[in-house]
C-alpha cells in the first residue's frame, strides 16, 4: 500500500520520529520516500542523520506531490501551520493527523481538504508497542485507509472507528492510559522498596511482573478474572492483598479516571466551538 507512496511528515517531534522509525524498521518504506519537516534546524539535521530521509524547513514546497500527509505538530501552532499548508496538499493525499483533541472540521476547514484520518496514539508507539484508534473521513478511499492501517500499525496495534466520538473515549482509556500504568508501576516499586527490596531489585520484580502478567493474558485469552482467581487461593496472600484493593476503591478509581480524562478531551475539544 505504501510502495513509491511519498510521505510527509509536517512536525518530527517524538512521536513523528516514532511514526518515522517504525515505518523503516518494518520496511514499509524507503528512506527516499520520506519528507520530515521541522522549523529548528538542528533537529532536521538529527533526523537526517539517524534516518537518511529528506528533511525541509517549508512545509508548503514538502507537500508538493506528496501521497500522505502525516501531521505531527501540537495543536497550539496548527492554525499557523494549517494556514501556510492550505492550497498546496494534493487533493488526492491522504492527511492522516495525530494532533491531540483537534476534530476532523476544523483540519477540514484549515486546510481546505477532504480526506483526513484523525488517530489517537500513545505514548507506547515510541517502542513499537503503541495503542492507535484512528477514524476517517467519507473521501476517504479504501486504498487510503489501507495506508492509514499500515502506517499506524508501525507504531503497534490500531483500531478504526466509525464516530469520531469514540477518539474522546480512547483518550480517556488508551491515551491517557499509560499514565494511569505508570502510577501503579511507581506504586509497586515504592511499595518494593518499603517492605525491605533495593529499588533496583524492586522495579525488576515489578516491570517484568506486570510484563509477563500482559503476556499471559495475551497468550491465554483468558479473562482476566478467570486469571486473578487462579493465582487467589482461598485464605492466601494475593487474597489479603486484593480485598485491601478492594476496600481502598481502586478499581472505581480507574473507572473514574478513565472518566474524567473522556470528558476532560470532550471539554477541550468543545473549545473549538467558541
Not at 505531527?72 to 492527511?95: C, D, E, N, T, W
Not at 483533541?101 to 517502542?127: D, F, K, S, W, Y
Not at 480512547?170 to 508501576?185: H, N
Not at 487474597?239 to 471539554?267: H, I
Request: glycine share 10%.
Amino acid at each position: 500500500m505504501l510502495e513509491n507512496k511519498k510521505i510527509v511528515f509536517i512536525g518530527s517531534g517524538a512521536m513523528g520520529e516514532a511514526m518515522i522509525r517504525g515505518l523503516l524498521s518494518h520496511d514499509l518504506v524507503t528512506p527516499e520516500q520520506i519528507v520530515a519537516c521541522d522549523p529548528v534546524a538542528a533537529r532536521r539535521q538529527q533526523m537526517q542523520e539517524a534516518y537518511s530521509v529528506h528533511v525541509s524547513e517549508d512545509n508548503a514546497a514538502a507537500v508538493k506531490d506528496a501521497d500522505v500527509v502525516v501531521l505531527s505538530i501540537k495543536p497550539q501552532v496548527a492554525a499557523k501551520v494549517f494556514a501556510g499548508l492550505k492550497g498546496h496538499i494534493p487533493p488526492s493525499a491522504l492527511v492522516l493527523s495525530i494532533i491531540a483533541g483537534l476534530p476532523i472540521r476544523v483540519m477540514q476547514e484549515g486546510l481546505g481538504h477532504g480526506a483526513i484520518v484523525r488517530c489517537m496514539p500513545n505514548t507506547p508507539a515510541q517502542v513499537g508497542m503503541g495503542m492507535s484508534v484512528w477514524t476517517a473521513t467519507e473521501a476517504v478511499t479504501q486504498a487510503q485507509r489501507a495506508q492509514a492501517e499500515a502506517i499506524l500499525g508501525a507504531l503497534g496495534e490500531q483500531i478504526a472507528v466509525e464516530d469520531e466520538g469514540y477518539l474522546d473515549m480512547a483518550t480517556g482509556l488508551s491515551g491517557s492510559g499509560p499514565g494511569y500504568v505508570f502510577l501503579l508501576i511507581e506504586a509497586l516499586i515504592d511499595a518494593g522498596v518499603h517492605i525491605g527490596f533495593s529499588r533496583g531489585d524492586a522495579q525488576k520484580m515489578v516491570l517484568q511482573t506486570i510484563a509477563g502478567s500482559v503476556e499471559l493474558m495475551r497468550t491465554t485469552g483468558l479473562h482476566p478474572a478467570d486469571l486473578r482467581n487462579r493465582v487467589t487461593s482461598p485464605g492466601g496472600t494475593t487474597a489479603a492483598g486484593l480485598l485491601e484493593l478492594e476496600n481502598s476503591g481502586v478499581r472505581a478509581a480507574l473507572v473514574r479516571a478513565v472518566v474524567a480524562a473522556y470528558r476532560r478531551s470532550q471539554e477541550l475539544g468543545a473549545v473549538y466551538d467558541e
